[in-house]
């Protein structure tokens, strides 16, 4: 199994920063793209920023210029760092990772149990 831990999630008011960082562990031979996703009150789970093990980065449109993903393939681990908070950001905010386990050499796509963030003054 591979097993994804967030932690960063909180309370911040308009306008601050939040860093969410998540660590992956377990079964894992590789991992091929890291990302975070959030999902608010009454809607569908979004994509908000994916890198790869080669350092490429997507963002959704809303985040772009404010949200920065980054990651640490030695450690396995992926961060978000979050500037210039809107209240519309505010969602329950997961890990994913996808990539392959080392046994067997199957493909494997893991999410974090969650971290909320929340943006109100």
């Known amino acids: 199994q591979v097993q994804l831990v967030e932690s960063g999630g909180g309370l911040v008011q308009p306008g601050g920063s939040l860093r969410l960082s998540c660590a992956a562990s377990?079964?894992?031979?590789?991992?091929?793209?890291m990302g975070w996703y959030r999902q608010a009150p009454g809607k569908q789970r979004e994509l908000v920023a994916v890198i790869t093990s080669d350092g490429s980065t997507n963002y959704a449109e809303s985040v772009k210029g404010r949200f920065t993903i980054s990651r640490d393939n030695a450690k396995n681990t992926v961060s978000l760092q979050m500037n210039s908070l809107k209240p519309e950001d505010a969602a329950v905010y997961y890990c994913?990772?996808?990539?392959?386990?080392?046994?067997?050499?199957?493909?494997?796509?893991?999410w974090g149990q969650g971290t909320q963030v929340t943006v109100s003054s």
């Open positions: 377990g079964n894992i031979f590789s991992i091929g793209s």
């Open positions: 994913n990772a996808r990539g392959l386990k080392t046994f067997p050499r199957t493909a494997f796509d893991s």
